[in-house]
């Protein structure tokens, strides 16, 4: 679309990654995420040090700028013109911002019709690189909204509703490799007390805490920790036999009899309470050892949700603060009252 303003050789849009971005701006790194001209295939999604090039100069200045004979120019950077055997005479380049942070950069190269990008030029695609910026935030604005309808508002996990879909792609995923599923159910034993003795305030500031410690002790980028509900969470983990989720299941179990909830003032309960002692019980369910499978995706998906469960209410049964293994025969048919084992 620039290039219908300001007719050009070629083109290009810088962005800097917001995940891997740092304070000092010119230790990040530039994108190529979108180009167009005779060498654009070759430049989408490679990577330029910030501290370089016309482009790095407008990126760290927040600028922009033109130059007529980059061969001489001071800011300018041939490694790009060498991987792609280009050779770049002119270019313009205009910052791209996200409010008033400098998130990327404009590039036209070699003006058509001209020896030279003008000021006009120029201000031009000053005016173009602010719709630009509207069309991205506009993108960032909706893949927060549809990130925010997955989180529980509490603890910022995953939450329920988004759960069930996730483990029932995950399923899907894993059933035709022929790879295995595990799903750990939670539940705090004697939650209530808390509750009831400090105040609602401090029940909600432990559970966004238990998420915190569950998303850092789990220490695997394929699981998904997720709130099921109250004092609930779910995990599940792709890719892992029982063994592997017992250990994982008991590794969270000590995590949490060992932590201190409340130990500073908190974003819910603003006094801090060095509540210790709390402890869990855990249900481990897995889709190669509890599910057949002639099993429907859908039926798979609430008969480890349901084996899982039933196995944390056994734990619970059997004294709390421990983590047991899923009963087919004896979790599928379980009596066990909830209100009971609670």
Known sequence: ???????????????????????????NFLTFIAAFGEKADLLVGQRIPAAKGVAGHVYLSGKPYHTSDLGRDAFFYGAVDK????RSQSLVAIPIRIGNDVCGVLELVNRRGSDGFS?????????????????IQNVL???LAQEAAKRDNLTGLYNDRYLHSALEQTLARCRPEESDVSLLFLDLDYFKLVNDKHGHLAGSQVLRETGQLLRRAV???RALVARYGGDEFVIVIPEAGAPEAMAIAERLRAEIERAVFCDAPGEIQPDPLFLSGLSCSIGVAT???????????AVAKS?????????????????????????TGADLNSGLSRTAAR
Do not use: C, W
């Not at 008969?303 to 899982?308: D, K, V």
């Open 119 to 135: 000021e006009q030029d120029r201000n031009l695609l000053d005016i173009f690189a602010g719709y630009i910026s509207i069309a």
């Open 219 to 221: 220490g695997l980028a």
């Open 287 to 297: 889709l190669s050892r509890h599910v057949a499978h002639e099993q429907s995706l």
């Open 141 to 143: 604005d909706g893949r």
């Open 303 to 327: 008969q480890l949700l349901r084996l899982a469960d039933s196995a944390m209410y056994r734990a619970k049964e059997a004294g709390r603060n421990r983590v047991m293994l899923a009963d």
């Open 1 to 27: 679309k620039a290039n219908e303003f300001v007719p050009s050789d070629a083109g290009s849009i810088l962005l800097d990654n917001p995940r891997e971005k740092v304070p000092e701006r010119n230790l």
């Open 83 to 86: 991987a792609t055997e280009y």
